[in-house]
């Protein structure tokens, strides 16, 4: 019972939110507590909801249709997790933005914000509980159209319609491929349904396996931004309202890997060693070319959308482990790389949520999203910084925090391949673990920049010098997600089983006692190769041993330090204009990968009077923009010189393209005439 | 779970760690000096400096914030935690169970994290220069770090520090192979880069401009630098120990005895104090590098464990 209540109750509250941010449309606050408060409501049903699934049984439920419009949903154990994600994300993040919303009161129409909110929502939580492949793809445009629109929700910047712009295209050839996909699988069943596909998904021809596997990789890897597919992340994520670029990029890039495990475990059976290798390479590249792209990013949205290509490969670099390890016939070594991977999933969309409601908070109290404008916020919003410290430290994988739980999953079962019989997969399961190390070296190169250039020394302009701290619900937004941080990475012996729960229903095996036990002071233990590791007992140890320097500090002699000047070789240098910036910090950086970079620079001085006496100088320097101008640009003229080529068939005359139609109908009928008997 | 005895091996470790590093890094500048032809300090200068250090006043700069107070504190925790995973004495540590390799990685990234966001606090490019610095070359080292503990690890199974030294001590003689010493001299690279050495950094200059750790704490002055030089001094005796007793862990104590510790304790300084010799010969006979060739420097110790991993695969066959 306690299923389809919830599962009504998320549905009604959803609706009642969209609705209500409708009618209250023009009194902001109204809108902005109905649509926001009956959201993060809906949200505690969608948690009720997913867990009562995960700990019981599918649920299934049938609308009445035909046989191509089946739609029905179907939720289990994978399908439950994505929505306890989404719900528990959607739950600080609504909390957040009734606070939030302030930003825009007067400025721009709240109600449909809040409507489109609402739906968005919804069609995340429909993309993941369809059951038919028709169904899908139509919630799934839905969930692409309502975010394009949340992206453009502040359209009178242009940059912003470019960005809503790119989204759109790149969303739609991700869809192309879906379809493409969904075909060849509606193919080898007959049908559209989901059921279908899974009973005959694994025993079509290699060919038609291969090639669905490849188009939903393509279609699938579009929005979740693997490389090079990844374009539109860094443009969409920072021009949408910050609480809607906490749930794209906390939770809407992740629909797009449950697809990935369902298309790949799911329908076709994952027993391809290829398509593994194909996983893990682009979660490779994904990692760190996403951080690479992050750490020399001055604008702090544009840099946490790059670090979530980064983390996407992470999650990944796990999912491709347990596909090598699921077609070498171990599948409790490959549920442990899906734990991996499905744990960092989880904790990515808790402090990227969380750090992109930072990045939201700056920006609404100093109205810039430029780091090298920041500077000084630990002591104008003491709060926030805190809470964006969490975050960072998170992300940063830096123990005891809840990054670091997962990357070590993931750093072991990459090593698991150790016990493996092939020699392929020892060698490279290896070396993308040293991927994975450059990686979480460089995100933490990145956020030590976002942080100690955003938050550290003095304010770098007149806006952060008048930052005031977030206000009650922000605060308590990302309140959740901080301390959600810290419970992810000093509890993993209670989430790791709750995880086991989940990837048992597609790795076919449980990885509990076979491949990972837990003990005594939360240790997860790896019996294959004598491991364990306890983040609670390092916290622990840490804390205890933090005595040891505070007594040397508070026991021994004076205790008041003198303040004085920073000091500056004997110059008076303590201002702003004297800082390091973020463009020199990460400068080594950028020089040590230049050829990836190929930065442009240029200096223009103008001149008073004669060449010799200069009057001001202009420098700019920027990341020159390799595969826009590498592969997108090329690929985009060339499609373009060859539309040209049929652009003869586009009259403008209504006759000729009521004519079209009549035409493509008559071919149609004679196709099923006489094709289809 | 706990025995006292299993209590009074961590906090001995504990002991040993702090006594011990400012010791190793007199050796290694006494050892420095003579290869040098000068007479140097004596090897407990380090002592002398961190008590005098303790007694002096320090001076704060007017724009830092609790960061640069409290980062001092928590690297130091860090680093001590990351000692307490890894073998010094007895191979068999009983806070093991806390964490492996990789634990003890991004410990001591915890560390240099505070400290470099630390370096960022006071607002002096200076500090922000040498975080930087600092920050690109752990992003250097923490991959060939992991690949060269992954070399050995890959010869015995598994990445739990007490594991690898109980299980290559068990071999004997036998263990020291090809790839075994391939990684044996990436890890090498790696401690130079760790400990901040010529030819990564200098830790004698006293310019500003070409430091890359001495900039970064730059602004610290009295309890609190010392807490910052006794906690690199403790991280250098750490990467000392996991070169010492993960390579060549012969002579550890494998159960509690007090001949056993004795004599355990014995040949580890025997052996931090050939590899600071080695070290102080390294520093001695090269010059520090321009910092955009150190990605030449790490990128021979990736590939020479990825050669180790390689070289295994192929010895050992499939």
Redesign the interface.
């Known amino acids: 019972m306690i299923y389809t209540y919830s599962f009504y109750g998320f549905f009604f509250f959803i609706l009642i939110g969209a609705a209500l941010s409708i009618i209250f449309n023009k009194k902001d606050r109204l809108s902005t507590s109905a649509s926001f408060i009956s959201a993060a409501i809906a949200s505690i049903f969608g948690i009720i909801f997913s867990l009562s699934v995960i700990f019981g049984e599918t649920f299934d439920l049938a609308l009445p249709g035909s046989l191509f419009f089946n739609f029905g949903f179907s939720v289990d154990r994978l399908s439950a997790f994505f929505i306890l994600v989404i719900s528990v994300s959607v739950f600080a993040v609504s909390i957040y933005s009734v606070g939030y919303m302030r930003e825009y009161f007067g400025k721009k129409n709240i109600g449909y914000l809040g409507f489109l909110y609402n739906i968005f929502i919804l069609s995340m939580i429909l993309v993941v509980s369809a059951n038919n492949a028709i169904m899908f793809l139509i919630v799934w445009e839905l969930m692409s159209v309502i975010s394009y629109f949340l992206v453009v929700y502040e359209h009178e910047k242009p940059e912003t319609r470019k960005a809503g712009f790119i989204y759109i295209v790149m969303t739609h050839i991700g869809t192309g491929f879906i379809l493409l996909s969904f075909l060849i699988l509606a193919g080898g069943s007959g049908g559209f349904g989901f059921e279908g596909f899974r009973a005959s998904g694994s025993t079509m021809p290699p060919l038609y396996k291969d090639l669905a596997f490849l188009f939903a990789l393509i279609g699938f890897g579009a929005k979740a931004g693997i490389v090079p597919l990844h374009i539109w992340l860094p443009y969409a994520h920072p021009a949408a309202p910050s609480n809607v670029s906490a749930l794209m990029s906390g939770v809407m890039i992740k629909t797009a890997i449950y697809m990935l495990i369902r298309v790949f475990f799911d329908f076709l059976g994952a027993g391809v060693l290829w398509w593994g290798f194909l996983v893990l390479a682009a979660g490779a590249i994904s990692a760190i070319l996403g951080i690479m792209y992050a750490i020399v990013e001055p604008d702090i949205k544009r840099m946490l959308a790059f670090s979530s290509i980064e983390n996407i490969g992470i999650i990944l670099l796990g999912l491709g482990a347990s596909m090598i390890f699921y077609a070498n016939g171990s599948p409790a070594l490959s549920a442990i790389a899906a734990i991996a991977a499905l744990y960092h999933l989880f904790n990515h969309s808790v402090f990227k949520g969380l750090l992109f409601m930072g990045a939201g908070s700056i920006i609404f109290s100093t109205h810039t999203k430029n780091i090298e404008k920041l500077?000084g916020l630990?002591?104008k919003m003491p709060m926030m910084a805190i809470l964006f410290l969490t975050g960072v430290?998170s992300i940063?994988?830096?123990?005891p925090f809840s990054g670091?739980v997962s990357e070590?999953l993931t750093?072991?079962s990459l090593?698991l391949s150790?016990?493996s019989?092939?020699?392929l997969v020892?060698?490279v399961l290896?070396?993308s673990?040293?991927?994975l190390?450059?990686t979480?070296?460089?995100a933490?190169?990145c956020f030590?920049k976002a942080?100690?250039?955003g938050f550290?020394?003095?304010p770098r302009s007149e806006h952060a010098e008048h930052a005031k701290d977030a206000n009650g619900p922000m605060l308590l937004g990302m309140g959740i997600f901080a301390v959600l941080s810290i419970l992810l990475g000093i509890l993993p012996v209670y989430v790791i089983p709750f995880l086991d729960r989940i990837t048992g229903t597609f790795t076919g095996e449980s990885a509990i006692d076979k491949s990972i036990s837990s003990?005594?002071?939360g240790?997860i233990?790896m019996p294959?190769?004598?491991?364990?590791?306890?983040t609670p007992?390092?916290l622990v140890?840490?804390?205890i041993?933090?005595s040891?320097?505070?007594v040397?500090?508070f026991l021994?002699?004076?205790k008041q330090?003198?303040?004085?000047?920073?000091?500056?070789?004997g110059q008076p240098?303590?201002t702003?204009r004297?800082?390091?910036?973020g463009t020199?910090?990460?400068?080594?950086?950028q020089?040590?990968f230049k050829n990836l970079y190929r930065p442009v620079r240029e200096l223009r001085a103008t001149y008073s009077v004669s060449p010799l006496i200069k009057q001001s100088f202009k420098f700019e320097s920027r990341i020159g923009q390799v595969f826009e101008n590498h592969l997108y640009i090329p690929v985009t003229g060339y499609i373009l010189s060859k539309s040209r080529m049929i652009k003869f068939i586009q009259t403008g005359s209504i006759h000729a393209y009521l004519a079209y139609i009549f035409g493509t109908l008559v071919i149609l009928f004679m196709f099923v005439i006489l094709g289809g008997k | 779970?706990f025995t006292l005895s299993s209590l009074g091996i961590v906090i001995f470790q504990?002991i040993i760690i702090?006594v011990l590093a400012p010791l190793l890094s007199g050796i290694i500048k006494k050892i420095k000096a003579f290869f040098q032809i000068r007479k140097g300090p004596g090897i407990f200068q380090p002592y002398y400096d961190i008590a005098k250090l303790?007694?002096?006043?320090?001076?704060?700069?007017?724009?830092v914030?609790?960061?640069f107070h409290a980062a001092?504190?928590?690297s130091?925790?860090?680093v001590?935690?990351a000692g307490?995973l890894i073998p010094i004495y007895i191979s068999d540590m009983p806070?093991?169970?806390?964490?492996?390799l990789?634990?003890v990685?991004?410990?001591l990234?915890?560390a240099?994290?505070f400290t470099?966001?630390a370096s960022?606090?006071?607002?002096?490019?200076?500090?922000?220069?040498g975080?930087?610095?600092e920050?690109?070359v752990?992003?250097?080292?923490?991959?060939?770090?992991?690949?060269s503990i992954?070399a050995i690890?890959?010869n015995v199974?598994?990445?739990?520090l007490s594991?690898i030294s109980q299980a290559v001590s068990s071999m004997g003689l036998s263990a020291v192979s090809p790839y075994h010493i391939l990684a044996f001299v990436a890890l090498f690279i790696i401690a130079i880069a760790e400990t901040g050495r010529i030819p990564v950094d200098n830790p004698a200059t006293h310019l500003?401009l070409t430091m890359i750790h001495e900039a970064m704490i730059?602004?610290y002055?009295?309890?609190?630098l010392?807490?910052v030089e006794l906690?690199a001094m403790m991280k250098q005796l750490l990467v000392f120990s996991l070169l010492a007793n993960i390579f060549f862990p012969w002579g550890i104590a494998s159960e509690i005895s007090a001949a056993g510790i004795a004599v355990a304790l014995a040949v580890f300084l025997i052996k931090i104090i050939i590899l600071g010799a080695g070290m102080a010969i390294v520093e001695t006979s090269t010059a520090k590098w321009r910092?955009?060739r150190l990605?030449d420097l790490l990128s021979v110790s990736?590939m020479l464990?990825?050669l180790a991993?390689?070289s295994f695969?192929i010895v050992r066959g499939?």
């Open positions: 500077g630990i002591k430290l940063s994988a830096l123990p670091f070590w750093f072991q090593l150790f016990s019989g092939d020699s020892r060698i290896p070396a673990a040293a991927v190390a450059l979480g070296a460089l933490a190169f030590l942080f100690g250039i550290l020394a003095l003990d005594y002071f240790t233990i294959a190769s004598q491991i364990s590791m306890s007992s390092l140890f840490m804390l041993l933090l040891i320097p505070l040397i500090l021994s002699g004076k330090g003198t303040v004085y000047e920073t000091w500056g070789c240098v303590s702003a004297n800082e390091y910036t020199a910090l990460s400068k080594p950086v020089i040590w | 779970m504990v702090i303790m007694r002096k006043d320090s001076v704060v700069s007017e724009n914030s609790w960061i001092p504190v928590i130091f925790a860090a001590l935690t307490l806070f093991g169970f806390a964490g492996d990789i634990a990685v991004y410990l990234a915890l240099r994290f470099a966001l960022l606090d006071a607002g002096s490019s200076f500090g922000g220069m975080g930087s610095r920050m690109f752990a992003s250097m080292v923490e991959p060939a770090l992991m690949l992954f690890a890959l199974g598994s990445t739990n594991f500003e730059l602004e002055s009295g309890k609190q010392a807490i906690g910092l955009f990605p990736l464990s990825f991993i390689v695969i499939v």
